[in-house]
């Protein structure tokens, strides 16, 4: 289950103890800003599933 939000500039949310706020918008992304204590980790999707190896980087070599 998840969960689906609208924001609009300057509107915040929160994610445990983590402050997400939408800045502003370029074209089709929302640039945030999170504010959170540096123990906790923030990582985009993308690194963290290369972090546990479910792809490998797409400069990465394959074959021979």
């Known amino acids: ?6 924001r609009k500039r300057g509107d ?3 994610v445990g103890k983590a402050l997400i706020t939408v800045t502003r918008f370029k074209g089709d992304s929302a640039i945030l800003h999170i504010e959170a204590d ?3 980790p923030v990582l985009r999707t993308e690194l963290q ?3 546990n190896g479910k792809e490998k980087p797409k ?3 394959t074959g021979s």
Do not use: A, C, P
């Not at 289950?1 to 609208?6: D, E, F, K, Y």
């Open 1 to 6: 289950m998840g969960l689906v939000i609208s």
């Open 12 to 14: 915040s949310f929160t």
């Open 38 to 40: 540096r123990s906790i």
């Open 49 to 51: 599933e290369l972090d």
């Open 59 to 61: 400069s990465e070599k």
